[in-house]
C-alpha cells in the first residue's frame, strides 16, 4: 500500500560541521612555486629598470649606459620632439608584428588574461612587454615602469604555471603572485602589492590565493634588497601625530578635489582613445601620433618626460615651485592622457604619483601647514584611491613608499573621500574600463554569497509526498493527481522497510510505468539507486555545486545526525527563494524603532468635555 508522508524538521543546526576555509594541502605546492616566482620576478623588476635606463641614454643622450638619467636633462633643443615619435613607431610595429597585447598600461591587460584566456599569458609577452615599456618610457613616454611589471611578472608566473598539472583557478594564483612580486620588488612595497592583487586581480579572498600571493610579494620585497636596494621610494620628513579638526577637514577637501581630478583624468584617457578609434588610419600609427604630443609637451615643459621618480621626490620634499606644479597638472597630465589613449605600453601608478602630488602642492597653498610634504603625500594616496578604485591599497602604498606611518589617518580620510566621489561620478575605473570595451563586465565589489550563509534547513520544502519500495507502480500513479501531490513536486523519495532513502523516482518515470502496465509491480524494481542528495545543515552554495556537477536540479534532504532520516526536498525554485529573500532584506526598508514623545499630538490622550 501507498504511503503519503508529510515531514517537518527541527531548525537545530546538528550533522556535518562546516570548516571556515576551503583550503587543501595543495597550497604548499602553489606556495613553493610562488617563493620562486618572487625571486624570479624581482630579476625582472631589476632588468626593466636598467632597460629603461638605457633607452633613456641611448635616445636622449647618445650613449651606451645603464646609469640612471632623466630625459628633463637632454640638450637636444627642437630634436627632442621626435624621439617620443621614434620610440612609438617602434613599439607600433612590435604591438602589429609581436603580440598586440604589449599595447596599454598593464593592469587590464593582466586582468583580460584571468578572465578571458584562463591565466594563459603567452611567452612572447614576457619579452615583449617588459621591452616595449622600456622603448616607450626611455624615449620620454610620461608613464610609470610598474603597470608593465605587472603584466611582466604576472606572465612570468603563468609561463611556470604553464608547466605544472594545474586548474585555471591554480594557474590564475601564479600569474596574481608574479605580478604582485613584480610590483614588490618595483616600488619597496610588499604589504600593498598584496593588496592590490586582493583588491584587483584575485577576485576572492581564500587562504589558497592569498597565501602564495602574500609569500612572492615579501620573497620579492626581501629579494629586492639585495639587487636593487631598500626603501622608501621617496623618504618624507616626519609629520605630526595629529593633525587637529583643521587638518582633517582640510584632508577631506583633498580627498573631494582628488575624486574629481581622477574621475577627469579617467575620462580624459578614454575620450582621447575614442578619438583615436575615429582616425581613418592603422592602430599600429596611432602611437606615433601619440609621441608627437608627447615631444611637443616634453619641449614645453621637459619634467613631463619619463617616469618622473624625481619630481614625485622633489614633491614630496616641498620644494617644487609654482611652475612645475602647474606643468603637471596641465601639460603632463594632458600628454599622459593622449599617449595612454594611443595604445602605447606603460603604467599609470607613477603618472598618478605625480599628478596627485602636483594637486598636493597647490593645496598646500592655502591649507593648513602640517609639515613639509604632507599635503602632497595625502593628495599621492588620494589620487591613487579614486583612480584605481582601491582605497587599501592606495592608502598603504603611500605609507611603504615613504615610510611616514603618522599619516595613515589622514590618508584614510582623503582616500575615502576621493573613493567615494570618484564611484559615484563613474562606473568604472581607469583600469577596468578597458575590460568592459572589449565586453566583459567585471565588479569590484566582494561580498559573501547570501548561498553561503543559508542553509538548506532554512528554504527546503518539508510538505513532500514519499513512496515505500513496495508500493505498487499502480497506486503510485495514483497519487499524481494534484489532489493528492504536493505542488509542484516532480521527484519522490523511495524509502526501504526501515525508513532510510532506498532511492527516487520521478513523476515521468511513474506515469510512464503506469502507460506501459507495470501498475502490478513493486515502485522499488525502478528506483534509481544512490541519488544526489543535500543535507539539512549544509549551507546552500555547496548544494547549488553539486546541482552543477551531478546535473539534477532536485535533492532529497536528509538529516545527518538523525542516521540519514529524509527531512524534505530541495529544488531550483526553493535557491530561487532565497536568493529572493536576500533581494528583499536589500531594497525593503523600514523603521523598525518608532519613537513617540509623551507629550506629543500622537501620545496625548484626547479628552471629553
Known amino acids: 500500500m501507498s504511503q503519503r508522508k508529510v515531514l517537518h524538521v527541527s531548525e537545530q543546526p546538528t550533522g556535518r560541521v562546516q570548516g571556515d576555509f576551503t583550503v587543501t594541502p595543495r597550497v604548499l605546492l602553489l606556495s613553493l612555486l610562488a617563493i620562486a616566482i618572487g625571486f624570479l620576478s624581482t630579476g625582472v623588476a631589476f632588468v626593466l629598470l636598467r632597460l629603461i635606463s638605457f633607452f633613456t641614454n641611448l635616445f636622449y643622450f647618445h650613449r651606451w649606459s645603464i646609469q640612471l638619467a632623466s630625459p628633463a636633462e637632454n640638450t637636444l633643443g627642437g630634436y627632442a620632439v621626435l624621439v617620443p615619435v621614434l620610440g612609438a613607431l617602434i613599439i607600433g610595429l612590435m604591438a602589429r608584428y609581436g603580440s598586440e597585447r604589449i599595447r596599454g598600461h598593464g593592469i587590464p591587460e593582466a586582468l583580460e588574461s584571468i578572465l578571458i584566456n584562463g591565466s594563459r599569458v603567452q611567452p612572447r609577452l614576457a619579452i615583449l612587454?617588459?621591452?616595449?615599456?622600456?622603448?616607450?618610457?626611455?624615449?620620454?613616454?610620461?608613464?610609470?615602469?610598474?603597470?608593465?611589471?605587472?603584466?611582466?611578472?604576472?606572465?612570468?608566473?603563468?609561463?611556470?604555471?604553464?608547466?605544472?598539472?594545474?586548474?585555471?583557478?591554480?594557474?590564475?594564483?601564479?600569474?596574481?603572485?608574479?605580478?604582485?612580486?613584480?610590483?614588490?620588488?618595483t616600488f619597496a612595497a610588499p604589504l600593498a602589492s598584496v593588496l592590490l592583487a586582493v583588491e584587483l586581480l584575485l577576485f576572492e579572498w581564500k587562504p589558497r590565493s592569498m597565501i602564495p600571493v602574500a609569500l612572492a610579494s615579501a620573497t620579492a620585497g626581501a629579494a629586492r634588497r639585495y639587487i636593487i636596494g631598500l626603501g622608501p621610494l621617496f623618504p618624507v620628513p616626519a609629520h605630526p601625530v595629529f593633525i587637529g579638526p583643521a587638518g582633517l577637514a582640510g584632508c577631506v577637501l583633498a580627498g573631494f578635489l582628488a575624486g574629481l581630478l581622477s574621475a577627469l583624468l579617467t575620462w580624459a584617457v578614454y575620450a582621447s582613445e575614442d578619438v583615436f578609434h575615429k582616425l581613418p588610419i592603422h592602430w599600429m600609427w596611432w602611437p606615433a601620433i601619440g609621441g608627437l604630443v608627447i615631444g611637443v609637451g616634453g619641449l614645453i615643459f621637459p619634467q613631463a618626460l619619463g617616469v618622473g621618480y624625481d619630481t614625485i621626490g622633489a614633491l614630496i620634499q616641498g620644494d617644487v615651485p609654482r611652475r612645475t606644479i602647474a606643468g603637471i597638472l596641465l601639460v603632463k597630465s594632458i600628454i599622459w592622457a593622449v599617449a595612454l589613449g594611443s595604445g602605447t605600453s606603460g603604467g599609470v601608478l607613477a603618472p598618478l604619483l605625480m599628478m596627485g602630488g602636483a594637486l598636493g602642492g597647490l593645496e598646500g597653498m592655502f591649507l593648513p601647514h602640517e609639515g613639509v610634504?604632507?599635503?602632497?603625500?595625502?593628495?599621492?594616496?588620494?589620487?591613487?584611491?579614486?583612480?584605481?578604485?582601491?582605497?587599501?591599497?592606495?592608502?598603504?602604498?603611500?605609507?611603504?613608499?615613504?615610510?611616514?606611518?603618522?599619516?595613515?589617518?589622514?590618508?584614510?580620510?582623503?582616500?575615502?573621500?576621493?573613493?567615494?566621489?570618484?564611484?559615484?561620478?563613474?562606473?568604472?575605473?581607469?583600469?577596468?574600463?578597458?575590460?568592459?570595451?572589449?565586453?566583459?563586465?567585471?565588479?569590484?565589489?566582494?561580498?559573501?554569497?547570501p548561498l553561503e550563509i543559508l542553509f538548506a534547513r532554512e528554504v527546503m520544502r518539508t510538505y513532500i509526498a514519499a513512496f515505500t519500495t513496495g508500493t505498487k507502480v499502480e497506486e503510485a500513479a495514483n497519487h499524481l493527481r494534484p489532489d493528492h501531490s504536493p505542488r509542484?513536486?516532480?521527484?519522490?523519495?523511495?524509502?526501504?522497510?526501515?525508513?532510510?532513502?532506498?532511492?527516487?523516482?520521478?513523476?515521468?518515470?511513474?506515469?510512464?510505468?503506469?502507460?506501459?502496465?507495470?501498475?502490478?509491480?513493486?515502485?522499488?524494481?525502478?528506483?534509481?539507486?544512490?541519488?544526489?542528495?543535500?543535507?539539512?545543515?549544509?549551507?546552500?552554495?555547496?548544494?547549488?555545486?553539486?546541482?552543477?556537477?551531478?546535473?539534477?536540479?532536485?535533492?532529497?534532504?536528509?538529516?545527518?545526525?538523525?542516521?540519514?532520516?529524509?527531512?524534505?526536498?530541495?529544488?531550483?525554485?526553493?535557491?530561487?527563494?532565497?536568493?529572493?529573500?536576500?533581494?528583499?532584506?536589500e531594497r525593503d526598508r523600514e523603521r523598525v524603532v518608532r519613537i513617540r514623545l509623551p507629550f506629543s499630538s500622537t501620545a496625548t490622550a484626547r479628552k471629553g468635555p
Open 373 to 449: 610634504g604632507f599635503w602632497p603625500l595625502i593628495s599621492m594616496g588620494a589620487i591613487l584611491g579614486g583612480t584605481m578604485r582601491s582605497p587599501f591599497t592606495a592608502i598603504v602604498f603611500a605609507v611603504e613608499l615613504t615610510h611616514d606611518f603618522n599619516a595613515l589617518l589622514p590618508l584614510l580620510v582623503a582616500n575615502v573621500l576621493a573613493y567615494t566621489v570618484s564611484v559615484l561620478l563613474l562606473k568604472r575605473s581607469i583600469l577596468t574600463e578597458k575590460v568592459s570595451r572589449r565586453g566583459f563586465h567585471l565588479s569590484r565589489e566582494y561580498s559573501v554569497d
Open 129 to 185: 612587454k617588459p621591452l616595449s615599456s622600456a622603448i616607450s618610457i626611455g624615449s620620454g613616454g610620461p608613464f610609470g615602469a610598474e603597470g608593465p611589471i605587472i603584466m611582466t611578472g604576472g606572465a612570468f608566473g603563468s609561463m611556470i604555471a604553464q608547466l605544472f598539472h594545474l586548474s585555471s583557478a591554480e594557474r590564475k594564483t601564479l600569474l596574481v603572485a608574479g605580478a604582485a612580486a613584480g610590483m614588490s620588488a
Open 488 to 585: 509542484g513536486q516532480h521527484l519522490y523519495p523511495v524509502l526501504d522497510s526501515e525508513g532510510g532513502l532506498a532511492g527516487v523516482i520521478t513523476r515521468k518515470d511513474l506515469r510512464k510505468l503506469a502507460a506501459e502496465h507495470e501498475g502490478a509491480r513493486a515502485i522499488g524494481e525502478f528506483v534509481r539507486c544512490a541519488p544526489a542528495v543535500a543535507y539539512a545543515n549544509e549551507p546552500l552554495r555547496i548544494i547549488v555545486d553539486r546541482m552543477a556537477a551531478s546535473g539534477f536540479t532536485r535533492l532529497p534532504v536528509l538529516d545527518a545526525a538523525d542516521g540519514g532520516k529524509l527531512v524534505g526536498m530541495l529544488s531550483l525554485d526553493d535557491l530561487l527563494r532565497a536568493r529572493a529573500r536576500n533581494l528583499s532584506e
